[in-house]
């Protein structure tokens, strides 16, 4: 086993040794240039791929099945994968991110592993959108070689570029910031692309059911937004440590019990998306109520388990809390649908784990002012 991956003796996998980490400094000039060279080793990648699609495959549409923009959308996924995997892999070293190397292996390749997967779907559906709006502006406009390769080189360096600067500073608020804007923007695809029109009359989960893309992007945006959420978990636990350790949280056991409530959401989250409503309505039931019931469960002991975080943050959680109880209210009363209901209870968790993460982050500024 690598050293530098090893666990110390009696420490817990989940709770990496206090740092940092939350106020990581900016880029520093090895990591732009290291990006800038991801991408312009992308853009060569993209200029020859340009040039052979357009060769074995002349006059592609812009977008749609089968279009250019399908064909890139797969070879910017495969580069943000190889660049954030790398950038990832390097910046173990970066200030602030120090606290990587005491993870044990089976820790770090988990969240090494949702990093990655999380930016490649990103890349993948950012550029089908790019070249959708794309073809809707140049209708009728079919891929010539020359273009190809431009539009190929540009597509591939930004995915390069921007994943290995993504990965290289992966703190606990972009970290949190990442996992938001990945589960809405999957699910908002998924809501676009969904076969059928009236898919909102049923649930929420209706959008796994069906045999198409919708139902890849649904269920996969679960599934992957699920393992973010258990590398998400290490990452408030290493936060948290450093606060008990200036006696800003004064609960010992808060990073170990926050963050094991993380995983069991993030487990519960990725059951949604694996075992679809059509395929066994009760483990997918099981699994979607039981992420609400823990977030429930969180809330309600918030006050204990977090105690010495700002009163303005327990007044937000109350909130959220109240939101909640009367969002089971309502929809007990027939007031709105079960996919309104679940849209509710989805934002709520995913709100509150992005307040939550910013008043962890200057909670240690209110004791020094």
Do not use: K
């Not at 090893?6 to 000039?29: K, Q, R, V």
């Not at 008990?244 to 056991?253: A, K, Q, S």
């Amino acid at each position: 086993m690598p050293e530098h991956l090893a666990s110390a003796p009696g420490t817990d996998p989940l709770i990496p040794p206090s740092s940092s980490a939350a106020n990581a400094p900016a880029p520093s000039l090895r990591v732009i240039n290291e990006a800038l060279t991801a991408g312009l080793a992308a853009a060569v990648v993209g200029v020859v791929l340009g040039l052979v699609v357009s060769a074995v495959r002349p006059n592609l549409p812009l977008s749609g099945v089968g279009s250019f923009g399908e064909i890139s959308a797969l070879a910017a996924g495969a580069v943000a994968a190889a660049s954030t995997g790398t950038a990832y892999w390097r910046s173990r070293h970066s200030p602030g991110q120090e606290w990587r190397l005491t993870l044990a292996p089976w820790r770090f390749a988990v969240n090494a592993v949702s990093v990655v997967i999380v930016h490649t779907i990103l890349a993948i559906l950012g550029t089908i959108a790019l070249y959708y709006v794309l073809g809707q502006g140049f209708i009728g406009l079919t891929m010539e070689p020359f273009w190809a390769a431009v539009l190929m080189a540009v597509n591939l360096f930004l995915a390069a570029h921007l994943g290995y600067v993504s990965a290289s500073r992966m703190t606990t608020q972009r970290m949190s910031t990442l996992l938001v804007s990945f589960i809405g923007i999957g699910a908002l695809t998924a809501t676009i692309t969904a076969p059928e029109a009236d898919w909102w009359t049923y649930h929420f989960s209706q959008l796994g059911t069906f045999d198409t893309v919708s139902s890849w992007i649904f269920n996969g945006t679960l599934i992957a937004g699920g393992l973010l959420v258990t590398t998400f978990a290490v990452y408030v636990a290493n936060d948290m440590r450093a606060l008990v350790d200036r006696g800003i949280l004064t609960n010992p056991h808060s990073p170990r019990t926050v963050s094991a409530v993380f995983v069991v959401m993030g487990v519960m989250l990725a059951f949604v998306g694996i075992v679809p409503v059509d395929v066994n309505l009760v483990i997918h039931n099981l699994a979607a109520t039981g992420m609400a019931v823990v977030f429930l469960g969180l809330l309600i002991a918030a006050p204990r388990v977090l105690r010495g975080m700002p009163r303005t943050f327990f007044v937000t959680t109350w909130g959220f809390l109240a939101a909640l109880v009367i969002s089971v209210a309502l929809f007990v009363v027939g007031y709105f649908g079960l996919t309104a209901f679940e849209i509710i209870v989805f934002s709520l968790v995913f709100a509150w784990i992005a307040v939550f993460i910013r008043f962890l982050g200057v909670a240690g500024l209110r004791a020094s002012a």
